[in-house]
């Protein structure tokens, strides 16, 4: 039988690419790891790890594996730390998982809220650039709730919070867009070179459709990794940027365009199982405080 001791040493073997570099990290000898890799690799009955000149990978039956164990992982921790709050020894943590542009524009006033109503319990984020990372992540255990585009199909509770309005944003007295312009085409801006996402990132995928439906393929002037980096840049000149209105900063230099025909995408909070008391406190505090429009934005709109 595995133990979660196994596990751990498989999962950081295979997130250090070496022994030798998981050895020190877990602060135990070389040889005593390889041991109790080998007795993992005893007790599921096959190699689970591919022993190269300069590396160390997975085999196929460790690849099956891996999320399995990473997932075990994750929950040994969430019992630890709901036994030591039965204790009295922690005040609680609330781990969320979400993309990037949620953690930019919807968050802060949540997690503002709730550190003024729940100051010593932690919230510990997970953020990732795509949802389908997002939903791959929540499968493995990675967190208690979930934050953005719902799964197509998901069968713990999910929880919709409402559709999340794309906008365009241009700089200041843009020349191709004339000034009593309220909403614009995303084919009007078919030539322009655009600030686009880099590839993988959910945003880059939102663009390259809602272009595509509109009839063409955006060329980018640049492209950025950070969500918070697009409106700033197409402020700046550099092509028009395709953002959620939520991440739109505050205060705000550039030009904010609707999109027609309009542009929105649901998102959700969701988990695998019913909501323990800290993460149904921070579900209604999430459905309280969630701005898909802020205030700031609504005002730049013409």
Request: neutral net charge.
């Amino acid at each position: 039988m595995a133990t979660l001791r196994q596990l751990e040493y498989l999962v950081r073997v295979v997130d250090e690419g070496s022994f030798t570099r998981a050895a020190e990290l877990l602060h135990v000898s070389q040889p005593a790891l390889s041991h109790q890799v080998r007795a993992l690799e005893r007790a599921v009955g096959g190699a689970l790890l591919e022993r190269l000149p300069r590396a160390v990978r997975p085999t196929p039956m460790g690849r099956a594996l891996l999320p399995h164990a990473r997932a075990a992982l994750a929950e040994a921790e969430r019992a630890r730390c709901a036994a030591r709050r039965a204790a009295g020894l922690e005040r609680g943590e609330v781990q969320v998982a979400t993309v990037y542009s949620v953690t930019l524009g919807i968050l802060p006033p949540v997690l503002r809220a709730w550190h003024r109503a729940y100051e010593g319990v932690r919230v510990r984020l997970f953020e990732h650039r795509h949802a389908d990372e997002l939903e791959q992540a929540m499968l493995a255990g990675q967190a208690d709730l979930a934050i953005g585009p719902p799964p197509p199909s998901w069968d713990g509770p999910v929880r919709p919070l409402g559709e999340e309005e794309f906008v365009v944003v241009l700089p200041p007295g843009d020349p191709a867009v004339p000034a009593a312009t309220t909403q614009v085409g995303l084919g009007r801006l078919a030539t322009r070179d655009w600030v686009h996402y880099a590839p993988g990132h959910g945003l880059a995928e939102v663009l390259d459709r809602a272009a595509a439906d509109a009839g063409f393929r955006p060329r980018a002037a640049v492209r950025t990794e950070q969500t918070a980096a697009a409106p700033v840049l197409a402020a700046a000149g550099l092509g028009p940027a395709l953002v959620p209105a939520s991440i739109v900063p505050d205060p705000f230099a550039g030009r904010v365009l609707r999109v027609d025909p309009p542009l929105r995408r649901p998102l959700a909070a969701y988990a695998r199982d019913e909501p323990d008391v800290l993460s149904a406190a921070f579900l209604d505090l999430l459905t309280r405080h969630t701005r898909l429009l802020p205030t700031h934005v609504r005002a730049l709109l013409p």
